[in-house]
T-cell receptor, first 112, second 112 residues
């Protein structure tokens, strides 16, 4: 079993829809949670960063962390065709520097 | 502010050869991490360098090595290439003590 599980999709939604992306994890030592967006043939781009549990909002994006359930989510409101990309969750423990454990990524397509 | 720069962007090698990839981090970032991305395994951590010292290492064979220079630029080397080494190799930089990694666009290696 992988430390971080993420449904690879693909997920297809109409423009303007609310998108929910999720990851589950097994390592209770994870304290840092991130979401990255990766366009085709590009490197991952950091979208959201959360420490420990709770919610964080940035424009149309909201990240949620539920450590009791070992479950994190990313919500995208008013989705746009430009949001079409692969979304990767990533996690880290306190003392492992730049070592992130990534989910497999969810491929999202927003149709006009 | 310039982002993370990786060279070369694309390269083709044959089995048994070796390859060296280069990474220039964001100015002021002293931590550099390397990741391998493949369709089957996703993003996997290779190693991290800080102040010219390897600080963390992933579960890759000794054929994969790296180094960091005094100006924080980093290189990774893969010797005795195998077909399975075909992947996108991503470099990321971060500020000391921060978990947010900023990725370059990657070097796409094809081994024939």
């Amino acid at each position: 079993q992988k430390e971080v599980e993420q449904d690879p999709g693909p997920l297809s939604v109409p423009e303007g829809a609310i998108v929910s992306l999720n990851c589950t994890y097994s390592n209770s030592a994870f304290q840092y949670f991130m979401w990255y967006r990766q366009y085709s043939r590009k490197g991952p781009e950091l979208l959201m960063y959360t420490y420990s549990s709770g919610n964080k909002e940035d424009g149309r994006f909201t990240a949620q962390v539920d450590k009791s359930s070992k479950y994190i989510s990313l919500f995208i409101r008013d989705s746009q065709p430009s949001d079409s990309a692969t979304y990767l969750c990533a996690m880290s423990v306190y003392n492992q520097g730049g070592k992130l454990i990534f989910g497999q990524g969810t491929e999202l397509s927003v149709k006009p | 502010k310039a982002g993370v720069t990786q060279t070369p962007r694309y390269l083709i090698k044959t089995r048994g050869q070796q390859v060296t990839l280069s990474c220039s981090p964001i100015s002021g970032h002293r931590s550099v991490s390397w990741y391998q991305q493949t369709p089957g395994q996703g993003l996997q951590f290779l190693f991290e360098y800080f102040s010219e010292t390897q600080r963390n290492k992933g579960n890759f064979p000794g054929r994969f090595s790296g180094r960091q220079f005094s100006n924080s630029r980093s290189e990774m080397n893969v010797s005795t290439l195998e077909l399975g080494d075909s992947a996108l190799y991503l470099c990321a930089s971060s500020l000391e003590g921060r978990k947010e990694l900023f990725f370059g666009e990657g070097s796409r290696l094809t081994v024939l």
